[in-house]
Every structure is written in C-alpha cells, then in structure tokens.
T-cell receptor, first 114, second 110 residues
C-alpha cells in the first residue's frame, strides 16, 4: 500500500490562528510519531502514540500543542493561537514499534506563521 | 534536544568518490539508525544497527558502530549525484523515542 500521507502540504496561518495538521499512517502500524523540524536542523520529537494511546508527549513545546489519534489510525496535530516560532516543517512517521523499528515518514507539512 | 551530532556538517565530493559521515552520541543506546532526506521531502530509512553489532552493509552503504566511543559512521561508496541529500543519525533507547542529530549535508557533483 500507500506510504504515510500528510495534509495539507503547506499551511500559512496568521499569528493567533488555530491550525490542524493531519497524518494518515501506513495501515497496520501501531506506532505514530510527530516531529518538528526547523530549517537546517534534524527532526525534534514531539509526541508518540501506540494505537490510540498517547504514551509520550514530552516534546510538545507548550500547552498550545495538542495531538490525538482517536481510533488508532489517523492522527491530528493541533496548534492553538499560533506564534511565529511555530513556523517549521511538521513530520509524521509510523512504525511497528517505538525505537526498535525503522520509521516511515510522510512528506511533512510546512507551516508558516505570519 | 538532540543527542546525535553528525560530522561534518557539510560535505562536497565528486561523483564516484566515497563519502564518510560520522555520528557521535552521549547516552547508551539500543540501536542507531541512519536516514536520508532529500530537499523538501520526508526522511527515508537507510539502515538500522543494533548495539551488539559492529558493522552492517546495505548495497553501497556501510555502517559501523563503536559503542565504547559512542560513535557511528556511514560510508557511501561510489557516490552518485542522486545521493545528494541530508543524512541524519538517530539513536534509539529502550522505551524511548528516536533522537535525531542535526545532519550532514552531502553534495555529489557530477
């Protein structure tokens, strides 16, 4: 099947707006990860789901960031009251497990906050 | 925070030459993975090496791991223009998420 897909690919938001980023993982993958990647940097871990359970959200930068995966498949990363420092590429990845397995990445959503 | 640190930050070579990238990390690991990222795209997994392994091959890729020095290297032999990308190492612990380095930007000139 298909790989990991993300939508939208590009999002421009005015400061203060709320945004929702979607991730469709590979069918059957129990683990889903969200990363934030700033220009010229490596991906920084945000949060991790195993099925519908959010097991680690230690990387979320503030309480304006919220992620869910209600049915253990599609996930949404929501950012409330966006700030300029939220501008980055948001990557989603899925896998069979936590850190023992390779991760399959989506193309990312480039968020620009003006 | 990023645990892995790749060296060099940028590397430019001629097509056909070999490219070597290094990764150093700080804490004990369960495995180390290398990923490639082409400009404006998601990451692609290249190879995973476990902490009890010292060397692994996949096609033109060779990865070594030295847990005593907390370092790994990625060798790409007979490089091609299509190998131009950023390469990241990522370390995995037990029940901890992957931690990525800042990457090495490789340019292969035809």
């Amino acid at each position: 099947g298909a790989g990991v897909s993300q939508s939208p690919r590009y999002k421009v938001a005015k400061r203060g707006q709320d945004v929702a980023l979607r991730c469709d993982p590979i069918s059957g993958h129990v683990s889903l990860f969200w990363y934030q990647q700033a220009l010229g940097q490596g991906p920084e871990f945000l949060t991790y789901f195993q099925n519908e359970a959010q097991l680690d959200k230690s990387g979320l930068p503030s309480d304006r960031f919220f992620a869910e995966r209600p049915e253990g498949s599609v996930s949404t990363l929501k950012i409330q009251r966006t700030q300029q420092e939220d501008s980055a590429v948001y990557l989603c990845a899925s896998s069979w497990g936590l850190a023992d397995y390779e991760q399959y990445f989506g193309p990312g959503t480039r968020l620009t906050v003006t | 925070s990023q645990q892995g640190e790749e060296d060099p930050q940028a590397l430019s070579i001629q097509e056909g030459e070999n490219a070597t990238m290094n990764c150093s990390y700080k804490t004990s690991i369960n495995n180390l993975q290398w990923y490639r990222q082409n400009s404006g795209r998601g990451l692609v997994h290249l190879i995973l090496i476990r902490s009890n392994e010292r060397e692994k091959h996949s096609g033109r890729l060779r990865v070594t791991l030295d847990t005593s020095k907390k370092s790994s290297s990625l060798l790409i032999t007979a490089s091609r223009a299509a190998d131009t990308a950023s390469y990241f190492c990522a370390t995995g612990g037990t029940n901890t998420p992957l931690v990525f380095g800042k990457g090495t930007r490789l340019s292969v000139i035809a």
